[in-house]
């Protein structure tokens, strides 16, 4: 035994070396696969159009509305006035742009809180674009299938001329925004005048075509990596969001497992839930993502999903819903439709539209009831305080005087403040419509009839034709 022993061989265990993974090259770029989203019919399709039409007919109308012999809504920034309707705005009234930007803010806020991302599936520029770029995509080329093999196969005469006409009709859709645009800013009249002409200023072609390029390239070809890239607002939508929002959300519980059946099958008896995995969500949605998944950023809110899925509902004999606006409280404890609406209008709702109301109140009520001229008055300060005649203190000013309306006015100008206070030069000043007029002042003090200083006094500016009176702060110099 003791021989067998000493005549076995000692075996050493090997530990092995361990080796370094092959390296990998991952690419941290993804190539952009094209989107081709599917048509679609259905209650949210519907108001997506309906919102087209309006902004759209909004947007081409306004510049071509006369308003007595001018155009009805105008930002002429060369003379820095705006004209919308009968109001006439100068720069002094930036508060209301301020104001206009308030309600911007907060009517965002409320619509988000309320529904998510309403503006953006249905009123934003890049959706209504997108929409008619889209339709005249269809209307040339085809549907989705019809444009995905026009796509894969080779260049043929038929592709060749059916991408040329849908660019071109592209191209024509872009120059003619631009154009539209700029007619906000420059008469439209005059702007046919001078496409007739040939005779386009400098700045009037660069924004034409700069904003028409926008249109083309945007709604064209970037279409969905605006939303998901470029657009601030898909990032921070979530902080506006709350368990009560209304959200294009998919019912899981009902739906999963999902699966393919017959139609007269039992979903049942082959353990499924409502989703047949057609995949026709994903196929409509504009920005490409599964809403099965859950809530995503790219989610536009436009309701194409809802509209697809309620059709495939109807047609395997499954009630309608499986895909809709809904809430995070809602799914979790089942809420009837009713019961779903008495929690969206919460408190905070109430809070941002009782505040929106007030701002709208506040401007309306400001610009009914404003005055219709306005007043500065500057110290001349070459003349900053003299001895005249009598020994009477004068002071010179310049008034100038804007005539915010549409006709000729007169006002009176009269000083008050100090005793014997008198206003020595023109007391009547005329001002053509829409005009400013700068006026030098005279303002006389009798001797004696104040300390020496510096003393508050005002202007008062009364319109002759027109109801409205301005009290305007100046001061009155008195040398030692």
């Not at 701002?359 to 005055?371: D, K, N």
Request: proline share 5%; net charge positive.
């Amino acid at each position: 035994m003791n021989a067998e022993l000493k005549n076995e061989k000692k075996v050493i265990p090997i530990t092995p070396v361990p080796t370094e993974p092959e390296a990998q090259l991952v690419s941290l770029y993804a190539a952009h696969e094209k989107i081709y989203p599917r048509s679609v019919k259905g209650v949210f399709s519907n108001w997506r159009w309906i919102m087209v039409w309006v902004t759209q007919i909004i947007f081409y109308g306004l510049p071509w509305v006369e308003w007595g012999q001018r155009q009805a809504v105008l930002f002429d920034l060369g003379v820095r006035r705006f004209y919308i309707f009968g109001l006439v705005l100068y720069p002094q009234d930036f508060i209301y742009l301020t104001g206009l930007l308030i309600i911007a803010a907060l009517s965002l806020f409320l619509f988000t809180a309320v529904a998510g991302r309403l503006w953006c599936g249905y009123a934003c520029p890049q959706t209504v674009y997108t929409e008619i770029f889209l339709w005249v995509e269809k209307f040339v080329e085809g549907d989705r299938s019809a444009r995905i093999r026009r796509d894969e196969g080779p260049m043929t005469a038929e592709k060749l001329g059916r991408k040329t006409a849908k660019h071109l009709i592209w191209v024509l859709i872009g120059v003619w925004t631009g154009f539209t645009f700029v007619g906000y800013f420059t008469p439209m009249q005059a702007m046919m005048s001078q496409l007739a002409n040939l005779d386009f200023g400098p700045w009037e072609t660069f924004w034409v075509l700069f904003y028409g390029f926008a249109t083309y390239g945007n709604a064209g070809f970037m279409r969905e990596q605006v939303c998901k890239h470029m657009c601030p607002y898909a990032r921070f939508q979530s902080a506006m969001f709350d368990k009560d929002t209304l959200i294009v959300t998919y019912d899981a519980e009902r739906g999963e497992p999902r699966g393919a059946r017959s139609k007269k099958a039992d979903p049942t008896k082959l353990n499924l839930g409502a989703c047949v995995d057609c995949s026709l969500c994903v196929q409509v949605c504009p920005t490409g993502i599964d809403i099965r998944k859950g809530l995503q950023y790219e989610c536009i809110g436009c309701g194409a999903c809802a509209d697809v899925c309620d059709t495939v509902m109807d047609k395997v004999g499954y009630p309608r819903g499986l895909v809709k606006y809904s809430t995070e409280n809602a799914m979790l404890n089942k809420w009837t439709q009713k019961q779903t609406l008495r929690h969206v209008f919460r408190p905070r709702i109430l809070v941002y539209t009782g505040i929106l109301l007030t701002i709208v109140l506040a401007i309306m009520v400001s610009l009914f009831t404003r005055t219709p001229f306005k007043v500065d008055v500057v110290r001349d300060r070459g003349v900053m305080a003299r001895v005249v005649e009598a020994g009477k203190t004068e002071n010179v000013y310049r008034l100038q005087v804007m005539n915010a309306t549409e006709s000729g006015q007169r006002y009176r100008l009269s000083v008050e403040g100090l005793p014997g206070l008198v206003l020595t030069s023109e007391e009547t000043v005329s001002v053509p419509s829409t005009e400013a007029r700068t006026v030098p002042v005279r303002v006389q003090l009798p001797f004696e009839g104040a300390k020496p200083g510096s003393h508050e006094i005002h202007f008062k500016i009364e319109s002759l034709d027109s109801p409205g009176v301005l009290l305007e702060k100046s001061t009155f110099l008195v040398p030692e």
